[in-house]
T-cell receptor, first 116, second 113 residues
Framework: SAVISQKPSRDICQRGTSLTIQCQVDSQVTMMFWYRQQPGQSLTLIATANQGSEATYESGFVIDKFPISRPNLTFSTLTVSNMSPEDSSIYLC?????????????FGPGTRLTVT | GDSVTQMEGPVTLSEEAFLTINCTYTATGYPSLFWYVQYPGEGLQLLLKATKADDKGSNKGFEATYRKETTSFHLEKGSVQVSDSAVYFCALSEIEGAQKLVFGQGTRLTINP
């Protein structure tokens, strides 16, 4: 199984600023994703982080707002730009790796972001 | 597009009670179905999965059967414990390999001793 760490674990930021969240995996993985979990709601996929190329964004999410990097097979960053209170959420990194008998998607512990 | 609907929470039960959390889905193809669990203060973990119709996923005493005719994947456990208190998410993936998950809204379960 893959072990995933995220930094920071939580942050409180002011409106209009940007925050970069890091995701580190302890082994090389094929796919990495970024999800958002807004307060009291479910998880929504933001984008697929592609190694060495631009991320693939889901409908409603754009690169200018959520730039993503993935320089290698074990690391990715998500930046939340020009933040507003509506961006207050938990941001989760996930990876796909081969588990015991099938491919599994493993999730990081999340970054809890509060925008004031 | 694809979607997952879970029963409204929160759900509160006594220890050793029978648990059912309903989950239905809408998908254009033949998705894989999953239950994820998020224990207090921890990350999201895969609880069980099923990849085709009539498959039964099971783990830690929990079970769910992939019912294509009713587009459902209800989670059940015969006797819950206090340690089962968590938030449970039903999810689907159109592509084999647990990629690009679509989640339900989550159901918070509390078990009282």
């Amino acid at each position: 199984s893959a072990v995933i760490s995220q930094k920071p674990s939580r942050d409180i930021c002011q409106r209009g600023t940007s925050l970069t969240i890091q995701c580190q995996v302890d082994s090389q993985v094929t796919m990495m994703f970024w999800y958002r979990q807004q307060p009291g709601q479910s998880l929504t996929l933001i984008a697929t982080a592609n190694q060495g190329s631009e991320a693939t964004y889901e409908s409603g999410f754009v690169i200018d707002k959520f730039p993503i990097s993935r320089p290698n097979l074990t690391f990715s960053t998500l930046t939340v730009s020009n933040m507003s209170p509506e961006d207050s959420s938990i941001y989760l990194c996930s990876v796909v790796s081969y588990g015991d008998i099938f491919y599994e998607q493993y999730f990081g512990p999340g970054t809890r972001l509060t925008v004031t | 597009g694809d979607s997952v609907t879970q029963m409204e929470g929160p759900v509160t039960l006594s220890e050793e009670a029978f648990l059912t959390i309903n989950c239905t889905y809408t998908a254009t193809g033949y998705p894989s179905l999953f239950w994820y669990v998020q224990y207090p203060g921890e990350g999201l973990q895969l609880l069980l999965k099923a990849t085709k119709a009539d498959d039964k996923g099971s783990n830690k005493g929990f079970e769910a059967t992939y019912r294509k005719e009713t587009t459902s994947f209800h989670l059940e456990k015969g006797s819950v414990q206090v340690s089962d208190s968590a938030v449970y998410f039903c999810a689907l993936s159109e592509i084999e390999g647990a990629q690009k998950l679509v989640f339900g809204q989550g159901t918070r379960l509390t078990i009282n001793p």
